[in-house]
């Protein structure tokens, strides 16, 4: 739950960027610029999270970042008024989330063992899904009688809420402790192992498409509507009704991506979700004349295969690294994905602002291609090294 309610802050700046964008003459350029520098945040502020994780109480850090990205959302939503303004609190809002994810994948994995792990971490990537694609739906419900400024407020108390939530959480800290290890070498040197970098590298790819398809999936959705021949202001409430939609079928995804993860193989089960959603960045962009009905069919579609993968890349990292370094296991994970994801939305915007919605999916989907090159070749290597990757 308090997940579900710290992630709202994550996309609450692409609820209201068709407002924003306008009242603030941005380009799509810049839009991109501000939504990566929120990955920037992330990224930053990752690993010092994660070595901390490994040492104290993970709920530290998670309480931390979620009062500092409620905080900075609501200083947006009284202060920000153009691209600089909303690219340092976007930032901040970053490094505030970032000390939540990991953290709480440190909990469980301490709690669940691995038979169980999929299930367990896909429902809690379940309610980083539909948490930050709540915000969308917030923004359709809310936007025309609060503003963007009411939407960023609320979104912002609810993760402030959060913070609240696991701060009564009890957990000993004996439980996290690393045996009072200090961080050497040779423990950064076990994760970037082979089986390792490969893993990681498949999580590259699938976040380059995923958070690059998150942060304008709502926009597009807007778009299409409006060439369908919808009102703008009714056009800008259903966009992102049904964006939020596409995002959130996403909960369910995971919880079914880590299950069938557990059943079948962590690669074979990714490479089926890779292959759709791949298949659906490619299409889904030149589709603006097509009926309602079929644009309807692909983005839910789209929206449960590009995200089902995502807990099978954290439960497989903390299957081939040991025991006393999975939370910083996870950080160099954090880090190999949302580094990829600071350029996505960029190169997302730039193609948009020279050519079109078609050639920016496009380009996305292209360049994800390099996950399941990495899967294979793992699954090539999985034989020498025992790793419970397929059945």
């Known amino acids: 739950m308090a997940q579900f309610l710290a992630m709202q802050v994550w996309f609450n700046f692409s609820a209201v960027l068709p407002v924003v964008e306008q009242e603030w003459q941005l380009t799509p350029t810049q839009s991109g610029i501000i939504i990566a520098f929120f990955h920037v945040g992330y990224v930053v502020a990752i690993i010092a999270y994660s070595m901390l994780s490994d040492k104290y109480n993970p709920k530290y850090s998670f309480v931390f970042g979620a009062i500092l990205a409620g905080l900075s959302g609501l200083c947006f939503s009284l202060f920000a008024s153009g691209f600089w303004s909303a690219l340092l609190l976007r930032t901040l809002s970053g490094i505030g989330i970032a000390g939540i994810y990991v953290p709480g994948m440190r909990i469980l994995s301490s709690i669940f063992p691995p038979k169980q792990r999929g299930k367990a971490i896909g429902i809690y990537v379940g309610a980083l899904v539909v948490g930050s694609g709540s915000s969308l739906l917030v923004s359709g419900l809310l936007l025309n009688s609060v503003g963007w400024n009411g939407v960023i407020t609320v979104t ?50 699938h976040c380059w498409e995923l958070y690059a398809m998150w942060a304008w999936i709502g926009p597009f959705l807007v778009y299409y509507l409006i060439t369908q021949g919808v009102e703008t202001s009714s056009a800008i409430r259903y966009g992102n009704v049904f964006g939020a939609i596409v995002i959130m079928i996403g909960g369910f995804a995971t919880y079914y991506g880590g299950r069938l993860s557990d059943t079948i193989g962590r690669i074979k089960a990714a490479n089926l979700f890779l292959f759709i959603s791949i298949f659906c960045s490619l299409s889904i962009g030149w589709l603006l004349q097509a009926p309602i ?36 296991a996870l950080g160099v994970q954090s880090v190999f994905g949302f580094t990829v994801t600071i350029f996505s939305p960029i190169v997302f915007g730039v193609v948009l602002d020279h050519f079109h919605w078609g050639a920016a999916f496009t380009v996305i989907g292209l360049v994800t291609i390099i996950a399941p090159i990495c899967l294979f070749t793992l699954q090539k290597i999985q034989h020498t090294t025992g790793l419970f990757f397929t059945k």
């Not at 644009?295 to 690294?321: C, H, K, Q, R, W």
């Open 156 to 205: 912002s108390l609810l993760c402030l809420l959060g913070a609240v939530l696991v701060s009564f959480l009890a957990l000993p800290q004996e439980a996290f402790a690393s045996r009072g290890e200090p961080l050497r070498l040779s423990k950064i040197k076990k994760v970037f192992r082979k089986p390792n970098l490969l893993v990681n590298g498949g999580y590259a790819g």
């Open 293 to 328: 009905w079929v644009m309807v069919l692909i983005a839910l579609l789209y929206g449960f295969t590009i995200v089902a993968d995502s807990p099978i890349y954290n439960v497989a990292i903390t299957e081939v690294s040991d025991p006393d370094s999975v939370a910083i």
